[in-house]
């Protein structure tokens, strides 16, 4: 599971990811086998113990179907165990299995209810996620073989079960280690409140009792899909129609399209962090897809949590995509790293459990509470929290001469505001659908061809020449003053380094619907004509050594990309506007002393 931000369409090209991700596992495996199998036995060619068929009664008589993995010879023994609950079925996690239970443990994979072996109806993202995990987790304790400590481990939607689990909190939950976990009305299956088309060829992958895997991994057929729904001006609403795959559960969460009460009830509360003390490890990447999820929970908890709760959870943040959280590759969308942002997933799970659950010691790989990587240094740094990370800030004000419409006559990013009240606009015809037709590439990170695009409905804004290198981590902050003459429109803005040869980075961005820029669980629509101010924070998390002779560049424009919901501006229900209810939006970014437009990025000088 991943989400689409259009923070590049990058994070974006998950599609063709989760087939890639099981075949580099299967493939992961072996090789290290060969190469370090001496020092570390779970990559040994040694047999287990396997049973296959497990089945477990949950509390409304299911029978869930698992299977479980033990050392060879454990007869007799208590373990700790380790769970993982899956809806892409047992086998996807035979690999993690095999390691474990090479490495001491037991390991538990559970197919979630209605797929694989398991009993029930499949219900993604429903209450009984958690309900189940709870159940598993003291059926567990409860077994001849288990010592009571149970850890779970899992990845996306595997990350996402471990948060709905411990929410029912487990007498026997030892820890959690979820990684690239999406958090419901967040970031899937929308991306704060802007929903995707992406959602429908999840629900397809997931639709059967076992994984639709060539048909999830056919990328030219959802492009094709998608790029129809674009043109045609179907309403979102009916996209499972016009897909072919007539679907109940995609037409109820695009009737939410808010983080309402319906999204609430799936994700831990206030209260519920408040109570969290169990050790935590989160695990996400800066082009993550389900970074805003991973960091949801991680950041509420660090808001609520009791102070043992927040000194009990690590987080781990490295330059990897969904897949490269579980198996790491030095190439991401055309950008190379250098080799220490490679770590060993599984050899660092495995430390973890035996610190959280045995007598091992901390895993050397987790520098302090907070462990990071920057790029452009090829180096790991840790801090005490988020906050700690930055010492400083560096601020731009956007300023131009009224134009700012094109790539090589654009605005600047300036160190001081500027001292005439100009305006920038841009138009955006959500009938005019060229952009749909760019085809997905390799290097979407360094793509530039949108802002090569660029035909009045956008604006681009770039700072002078660094005369230094400076290392830029944490969020980004936008501060903006918007006129439209539209009730609604959707607005992205994505941050770039540009080198000094002129190839562009992306860094990190953020969309954002106009309804809601005051709140996420209210809307309320623009006045024709009224100037306001917009914040933009919710963009990725991102760190990274800006290169001495490089410059910055921010690009504002609509959201008009084929992997996301259109907005057709008319103010209406989004997912159930066409395009007969389309209005061209004329976009004005007020730049001035009464309507100061900023740029804010935090800086480590130590």
């Known amino acids: 599971m991943r989400p689409i931000s259009e923070f590049l369409y990058m994070v974006m090209k998950k599609s063709a990811l989760f087939c890639a991700f099981i075949l580099a596992l299967a493939a992961w495996q072996p090789l290290l086998a060969q190469e370090v199998a001496e020092t ?15 089945e477990i009664p949950v509390a409304d008589g299911t029978i869930l179907g698992a299977t479980l993995y033990r050392p060879k010879g454990s007869e007799g023994q208590r373990l700790s165990t380790i769970v993982t609950i899956t809806p892409y079925i047992s086998d996807r996690y035979h690999p993690d299995a095999l390691y474990f239970a090479r490495s001491g443990f037991a390991f538990l994979v559970v197919d979630t209810r209605g797929r694989g072996n398991s009993g029930g109806d499949f219900k993604p993202l429903g209450i009984e996620d958690g309900e189940d995990g709870r159940d598993i987790v003291e059926w567990i304790a409860d077994q001849e073989w288990s010592n009571g400590k149970v850890g779970m481990r899992g990845g996306s939607y595997g990350g996402y079960n ?16 979820p990684i690239a976990s999406p958090h419901h009305g967040t970031d899937f299956p929308m991306n704060y409140n802007v929903q995707y088309p992406y959602t429908i060829r999840w629900l397809s992958l997931t639709g059967g009792v076992t994984p639709q895997g060539r048909l999830f991994g056919d990328s030219g057929f959802w492009n094709r899909k998608f790029r129809e729904y674009h043109t045609s001006g179907t309403a979102f609403m009916e996209l499972d129609e016009l897909v072919g795959h007539h679907n109940a559960q995609f037409k109820e969460w695009a009737s939410h399209p808010m983080f309402d009460d319906y999204w609430a009830a799936r994700v831990p509360s206030n209260e519920a962090y408040a109570r969290f003390d169990l050790p935590i490890l989160t695990i996400t990447g800066y082009y993550d897809g389900d970074q805003p999820g991973a960091m949801e929970y991680y950041q509420r908890h660090m808001k609520y949590g009791s102070v043992r709760g927040k000194e009990n959870h690590y987080l781990l943040l490295g330059p990897w995509d969904h897949g490269g959280t579980r198996i790491p590759r030095l190439e991401v969308g055309g950008i190379t790293f250098g080799d220490n942002a490679m770590f060993d997933a599984f050899a660092l799970d495995r430390d973890w459990y035996r610190w959280t ?67 920038d606009p841009f138009v955006y015809d959500p009938l005019d659908t060229r952009k749909t037709e760019l085809d997905p590439v390799d290097d979407y990170n360094l793509d530039q061809r949108e802002v090569q695009m660029l035909d009045g409905d956008g604006l681009v804004y770039h700072s002078a020449p660094f005369t230094e290198d400076r290392i830029i981590a944490g969020y980004p902050r936008f501060e903006a003053w918007f006129e439209m003459d539209v009730p609604d429109t959707d607005i992205n803005v994505t941050l770039y380094e540009v080198l000094a040869d002129g190839t562009a980075i992306a860094l990190s961005g953020e969309t954002q619907r106009a309804r809601f820029r005051n709140s996420l669980s ?19 998390f991102f760190s990274r050594k800006i290169a001495r002779g490089s410059r910055l560049r921010l690009f504002i424009r609509p959201s008009n990309m084929v992997s996301n919901q259109r907005n057709y501006n008319s103010g209406k229900e989004v997912a159930k506007e066409t395009s007969a209810d389309a209005r061209t939006a004329t976009v004005k970014l007020h730049l001035g002393p009464d309507t100061p437009t900023s740029l804010t990025l935090p800086l480590v000088t130590q």
Do not use: K
């Open 522 to 540: 209210e809307e309320t629509l623009m006045t024709p004509g009224q100037v306001e101010r917009f914040v933009f924070e919710r963009f990725y």
């Open 357 to 423: 659950m045995e007598e091992g010691d901390r895993p050397a790989f987790l520098l302090d509470r907070v462990t990071y990587f920057i790029a452009g240094a090829n180096e790991w740094r840790g801090a005490a929290s988020l906050e700690d990370i930055a010492d400083a800030e560096l601020q731009f004000w956007l300023q131009s001469e009224g134009a700012a419409n094109n790539l090589f006559a654009s605005g600047e990013l300036a160190p001081q505001a500027q001292s005439s009240g100009d305006v």
């Open 162 to 177: 471990q948060w709905a689990t411990a929410r029912y909190f487990p007498e026997h939950l030892s820890t959690i280690v």
């Open 40 to 54: 570390d036995p779970g990559r040994a060619e040694t047999d287990i113990r396997f049973d296959w068929g497990v």
